[in-house]
């Protein structure tokens, strides 16, 4: 009677489906070292109605089980009792999760009654916070490992890889039973990634960010590092950091040099500077008279440091930081061609890395500018970038006026082994050669200008460092511009830059603001490292000579 129903009926008890998990691929620096892996761990369960002995009383038995699991589990024998005498359902109980391979053999060769373990994936970062904000961390997500911020948010389907499934004929105490069939959809292992990133360097930088942010009391210190000529990004560091082991939400993931936006001050001058020279007839030796302050658009103008009677070259401009002097150099160009060099140099949209939550800066389009835009954005006020955006910047600078896009993939490798390089990034024309090459010149001239001031953080024997500082003052919590910004921005060897080291430093409350003192130590600490690790000699080169001052 009714065969078919209990047949099916009877099925559904006995067929039971296995999920097959992917083993999540890895993540590595450019030397193949491992920043992200994943780990086979075993989550322990009882099933009480099977814990039974002919020679020991249920509660003897149950005492001997918890004794003998004590150790492997790293719990008291007691807990454990108490787990299995007041199990979740009369069959089920887990133990303990995530327990390590090692720990697992130990309890499978104890052949202890009842218990039994299933396996499962977790993920470890062996050098802990290095790199966290480039890398993210993993969550949970039925079982599997899922990427909750950074690169295992980002390529979270190319880790994962695809799951299968086992399904199996148990018998009425949930054993598969031998000879019975099964149907078998094998698991794919996710894609391991290999990073541009140098963990050495990333480390270094790292520890300076974090020694200069105790130093000055700063709200937070990032470095970029860029080879200018690939856009590999070698090191993209920040402090404070955080632990991808230990957190549990991406509020908690920030990623610095992406996701947050500062004014970047004076190492903004160089951009309005190519536009004059390419549109406005300008030239680096075009000279200009200072005066104590102006009035442009309403907005009274002056520099950090005047004395009567100077007179700079745009080059001069540039080395002096002046802000009444790019000011008069805005006036040779338009505002549509101003606003289109600040967007053709990568201000205002995303950089390309991709990564989670990466802002696109603030530039407000001409339309929107009031009467004084032009002039405060000639010197880094009223636009907001990140870390990455002007890295990006001096890297265009430092390739002879052509963009590269920045990438953090240097390739993967699939499932089967088989390496596949990332493809070249992409590339654009951003300003004229002869540009880049003028720009180059005068920047080489910033490390001996700081220098006379006693900060000679751009001097490094044996290299023609090229270098750019910025300060700026934004708003604050309470107040309009009482927050200070801190940059500096440097190319080595300055001749022919392998290397672009973006730092900046955001609000430092002791010790002083300008981006020579604040970021300028944290530059040259850096700058030492990363051409020391990467062994790029010195190549002997003297800075350009380039006229500062007009007669």
């Not at 099916?8 to 489906?17: F, G, I, K, N, P």
């Not at 949970?140 to 950074?150: F, I, Q, S, V, Y």
């Not at 009274?300 to 080059?315: C, F, H, L, M, S």
């Not at 800066?361 to 835009?373: I, M, N, R």
Request: proline fraction near 7%.
């Amino acid at each position: 009677m009714e065969s078919g129903t209990y047949r099916q009926l009877a099925s559904e008890e006995r067929d039971r489906t296995i999920a097959l998990p992917a083993l999540r691929g890895s993540i590595t620096g450019a030397n193949g070292q491992v920043l992200a892996m994943t780990v086979e761990t075993y989550t322990v369960y009882a099933d009480p109605l099977t814990m039974t002995s002919s020679k020991l009383t249920k509660a003897a038995l149950q005492q001997q089980v918890a004794n003998a699991l004590a150790g492997p589990l790293g719990m008291t024998s007691a807990a454990i009792l108490n787990l299995v005498q007041h199990p979740t359902s009369p069959q089920y109980v887990v133990l303990a999760n995530g327990i390590s391979a090692q720990a697992s053999n130990q309890i499978t060769a104890l052949n202890l009654p009842g218990i039994a373990m299933t396996p499962s994936y977790a993920r470890s970062y062996p050098d802990g916070d290095i790199a966290a904000n480039i890398i993210g961390f993993t969550g949970t997500d039925n079982g599997g490992l899922k990427g909750g911020a950074g690169l295992e948010l980002e390529d979270n389907a190319l880790l994962a890889g695809q799951p299968g499934s086992e399904q199996v004929q148990t018998s009425n105490q949930g054993q598969p039973i031998p000879l019975a069939g099964s149907s078998i959809k094998p698991a794919v292992n996710g894609s391991d990634l290999r990073l541009t990133i140098v963990p050495a360097l990333q480390y270094a930088a790292e520890q300076a960010c974090a020694e200069q942010v105790a130093k000055t009391k700063a709200a937070n210190c990032t470095v970029v590092i860029i080879q200018p000529k690939t856009g590999h990004v070698l090191a993209m560091a920040q402090w404070p950091t955080f632990n991808p082991s230990t957190i549990t939400s991406a509020s908690q993931a920030t990623d610095i040099p992406v996701q947050n936006v500062f004014q970047p001050g004076s190492t903004a001058k160089v951009i309005t500077a190519s536009a004059a020279f390419e549109h406005g007839g300008q030239t680096p030796m075009s000279a200009y008279t200072i005066p104590a302050q102006i009035v442009e658009g309403g907005q009274v103008i002056q520099d950090a440091e005047w004395a009567p009677g100077e007179r700079y070259t745009i080059a001069g401009i540039i080395a002096h930081s002046s802000n009444i002097g790019m000011s008069q150099v805005a006036n040779h160009i338009s505002e549509q061609t101003q606003y289109d060099y600040l967007k053709a140099f990568g201000l205002g949209q995303p950089s390309g890395l991709g990564l989670p939550g990466e802002s696109a800066g603030l530039l407000p389009p001409v339309s929107q500018w009031a009467a004084d835009t032009r002039y405060t954005l000639s010197f880094g006020q009223g636009v907001a970038a990140t870390a990455i955006q002007m890295a990006e910047v001096y890297a265009t600078i430092a390739n002879g006026g052509v963009r590269v896009q920045p990438t953090l993939i240097q390739g993967t490798t699939n499932s089967a082994g088989k390496y596949t390089p990332s493809a070249p990034s992409a590339t654009r024309r951003v300003i004229q050669a002869k540009t880049a090459d003028e720009l180059l010149q005068i920047l080489q001239q910033v490390p001996a200008v700081d220098e006379e001031a006693d900060e000679p953080w751009g001097i490094i024997p044996g290299y023609a460092i090229a270098a750019k500082t910025g300060t700026s003052q934004e708003a604050g919590p309470n107040c309009a511009l009482c927050v200070y910004g801190s940059s500096y921005i440097g190319l080595a060897p300055g001749n022919d830059p392998q290397l672009v080291i973006a730092v900046n430093v955001q609000n430092p409350r002791k010790g002083g603001y300008y981006g020579d003192v604040i970021a300028g130590p944290v530059f040259y600490q850096v700058a030492k490292d990363a051409l020391a690790a990467l062994d790029i000699p010195p190549d002997g080169a003297v800075p350009a000579k380039v006229r500062l001052n007009a007669p």
